[in-house]
């Protein structure tokens, strides 16, 4: 290991913001490669995990470091021999089953919630983390997950807009009508590497639709794209999801 980092190895305020900084921009930068594939987790879900991991390990080292110090005469008072970060372990945990319920996968095969169910999350470690009195973490992780959850966003759109991967959801006249899209698509040369199609229901008056997975051949606005198709006679509805 690098000798040059051993004070950042130790636990103090420098070495406390130069991790959460990190998590900031390297779990962003882990999420960034994701959106350029246009999977459901984007950069923001990926910085939360991170920044709310990285706020979990600090918790652990700080109550640590306070119970064989400042919180040692009182812990050796009561007679305090539990792993006080187990609490906060429980509590991660708990907020898992929270999380889950705020994601939800659409009949169009688009999954929703993640960042939210994310965010929920790296709350509950900033939550943690105020409890146990460590305000200099708390201050700075709040500051990184609003810069995460709000300046991010339009960085995510800018991403998501210009990535070579495209999913689209197509509603059509007839079963008989998706050659003609898939022609359609093919002579923009795009890349067809994968497809769900669904049969409608008269009962529920579902009309025939498919998934199409794109993958485009240069970076190019997807409005394109979705203007072309819906300029089709036989496609009543599409959009990207």
């Known amino acids: 290991m690098l000798s040059q980092l051993d ?16 998590a900031l921009v390297l779990g962003g930068l882990v999420g960034l490669d994701r959106g350029l594939r246009h999977r459901p987790a984007g950069p923001r879900t990926y910085t939360l995990v991170c920044i709310g991991a990285a706020l979990t390990m600090v918790l652990s080292q700080y109550e640590y470091v306070m119970l064989t110090t ?25 907020i898992g089953f929270l999380g889950a319920g705020t994601v939800i996968a659409t009949n169009q095969q688009k999954v929703k919630g993640l960042t ?17 009195g460590f305000y200099e973490a708390a201050i700075l992780a709040f500051l990184l997950i609003v810069i995460t959850m709000w300046l991010l966003r339009p960085l995510e759109e800018v991403i998501t807009e210009r990535s070579r991967n495209i999913n689209i959801y197509v509603e059509f006249r007839s079963m008989g009508e998706i050659g003609e899209i898939l022609r359609t698509i093919k002579e923009q040369d795009i890349n067809i590497f994968d497809m769900d199609i669904h049969h409608g229901k008269e009962q529920i008056v579902q009309k025939p ?14 409005h394109e794209l979705i203007t072309m198709l819906s300029d089709l006679d036989e496609v009543y509805t599409v959009k990207e999801i």
């Open 209 to 222: 639709n498919a998934v199409l997975y794109l993958r485009m051949p240069h970076r190019a606005p997807h």
């Open 7 to 22: 004070y950042f190895r130790d636990f103090n305020t420098a070495s406390v913001f130069l991790r959460l900084l990190l």
């Open 116 to 132: 939210t169910a994310s965010g929920l999350w790296a709350s509950a470690c900033l939550g943690l983390v105020i409890g146990a």
């Open 70 to 94: 400042d919180w040692a005469p009182m812990a050796e008072a009561v007679g305090l021999k539990t792993d006080v970060s187990r609490f906060g372990a429980q509590v991660i945990n708990g």
